[in-house]
């Protein structure tokens, strides 16, 4: 075996046997457990020394495929409601395997001109979807962490320029702090980035109303009054505990009236916009300096799939661009190199999935699977609050449902420990998926809708087996 070079007619028989698994699998995801617990015996089969000789192509990519599809957690299946998991629509995951076999350098025009122009279509398209203006600028990213990144540095950058600094060229040595003022709903991946971007991970001042976080604007505009120069503010569109939303409106005024930039995480929630129904929850958005989305999420693209949106195109390329190596294209080539727009260099071909997706489905198709999950977390919502033994948290804005179990004759101060023990015997059910969060101090379940083959039938089950599970919880705890 060993040389690669002696197994090059196995390449196609390779991918043969992937496809010739796929159907079996994917037949399965609509009853399969979540996770099979049973099968994590098979990850030992991963183990053991580096092969020496190499054990060939087909026995390896077998082996992979037997582990894989009996120990993988089932996430693109109908039922994993924990964070916000997002599955593949038929035509992203091959969208997918054309990306993995034409396999393109995609940072470079010159090394992939299908991928820069599949790239500049999509971001067009997305802008299109979200209502955002063409002109915004954009790049694709692995995540909306890095699409946060990707936008924080920008904010970054225009701040400096705000001090007469290039931070890009000299680093942040001899300015101030960046102000950065936000909501409580404010994700990790927001101050990850600022702590990357050597602003601080706690140099985010949080204003917040009520113990939810809700943003407090009246607050923030005397910040802002007081600070007096150039800031940042991090809204949230869509938060990962309740599913609210910032006003995004009113900070968008509120940025516009003190010169502020406005940086707006819709990880999930810019979906809203796909639909006149619910696009109320991020109008404003198109008022932002910089907007954030996942494609791993909503949009149903495999990992990993983030875009960043920027108002003003030419800063992508002042805060990323501009390497100055000799051998890269320079910044005012013709052609678009999208390693120059991002904090990426070499990466994989992340638009065709999603072209293929937004082709495939289109805006209706977008709009009606978004409208279809957030009729199943309202109809989830409303069996939360007819049910005697369960309390609704959090009004049900858009596709998380935010509850807990709380039976009568429970004394307020078990119902976290019950809550939480429910949340561990959940996943090691695997039945479905879901999982706790602390919300307002207590303890909660959280399941999120965002997954294109979730339907009724698999919202019922969720609330069967929680009832199972808690009855069961309960008579053990008594
Ligand atoms: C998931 C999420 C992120 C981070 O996204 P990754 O794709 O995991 O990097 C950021 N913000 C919000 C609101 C999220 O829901």
């Known amino acids: 075996m060993s040389d690669p070079l002696n197994e090059r007619d196995r390449a196609a028989d390779a991918l043969e046997m992937v496809a010739g698994a796929a159907r079996a699998y994917l037949d399965s995801l609509a009853t399969r457990p979540v996770h099979d617990h049973a099968a994590d015996g098979l990850l030992d089969l991963l183990d053991g020394e580096l092969s020496e000789r190499g054990e060939g192509t087909l026995d390896s990519v077998e082996r992979l495929l037997r582990v894989g ?67 915004y600028g954009g790049v694709l990213t692995p995540s909306a962490t890095f699409a946060n990144l990707t936008g924080l540095a920008c904010a970054r950058q225009w ?29 990790p991946s927001s101050r990850k980035a600022l702590q990357l971007l050597g602003c601080g991970r706690d140099s985010v001042r949080v204003l ?23 800031a940042v503010i991090v809204a949230n569109a869509g938060e990962v505990n309740s599913g609210d939303f910032d006003p995004i409106g009113e900070l968008a005024e509120l940025a516009e009236r003190h010169g502020a930039w406005l940086h707006v995480d819709g990880a999930f929630g810019l979906f809203a916009a796909a639909s006149p129904r619910l696009s109320h929850l991020v109008a404003g958005v198109e008022r932002a300096h910089s907007v954030t989305a996942d494609g791993h999420k909503w949009l149903n693209v495999p990992y990993e799939s983030g875009f960043a949106f920027v108002r003003d195109p030419a800063l992508l390329g002042r805060a990323f661009g501009a390497w100055g190596a000799p051998y890269l294209p320079a910044a005012d080539d013709e052609h678009i190199n999208y390693n120059c727009l991002g904090p990426e260099s070499s990466r994989r071909a992340r638009a065709l999935p999603i072209w293929a997706t937004l082709r495939a489905y289109g805006r209706q198709g977008y709009r009606e699977m978004v409208e279809r999950h957030h009729d199943l977390a309202l109809r989830l919502g409303a ?49 479905v998926y879901a999982g706790t969060t602390t919300y307002r101090g207590m303890t909660a379940l959280r399941p999120a809708i965002v997954n294109w083959r979730t339907t009724e039938t698999d919202i019922d089950l969720l609330l069967q087996v929680i009832r199972e599970i808690a009855a069961e919880t309960l008579t053990r705890h008594r």
């Open 69 to 135: 599809t009996g120990a993988a957690t089932h996430s693109s299946g109908p039922r994993f409601f924990h964070f916000i998991v997002g599955g593949s629509t038929p035509a992203a995951q091959a969208g997918d395997w054309v990306t993995s076999l034409l396999d393109q350098a995609s940072g470079l025009w010159l090394t992939s001109p299908l991928a820069s122009r599949a790239e500049t279509v999509v971001l067009r398209w997305l802008k299109d979807l979200f209502g955002l203006p063409a002109s």
């Open 383 to 431: 069996a939360v609050e007819e049910a005697p033994d369960l309390e609704l948290l959090a009004p049900v804005r858009l596709c998380v449902v935010c509850f807990r179990y709380r039976p009568p004759g429970v004394p307020e101060e078990r119902l976290d420990e019950l809550n939480r023990w429910i949340g561990e015997r959940l996943v090691a059910d695997g039945r």
């Open 159 to 187: 701040w400096g320029e705000r001090h007469g600094a290039d931070v890009t060229a000299d680093g942040l040595a001899g300015l101030p702090r960046m102000p950065v003022l936000a909501g409580g709903y404010i994700h």
């Open 208 to 230: 917040t109303r009520d113990d939810a976080g809700r943003a407090d604007v009246a607050a923030m505009d005397r910040a802002l009054a007081e600070i007096g120069g150039p």
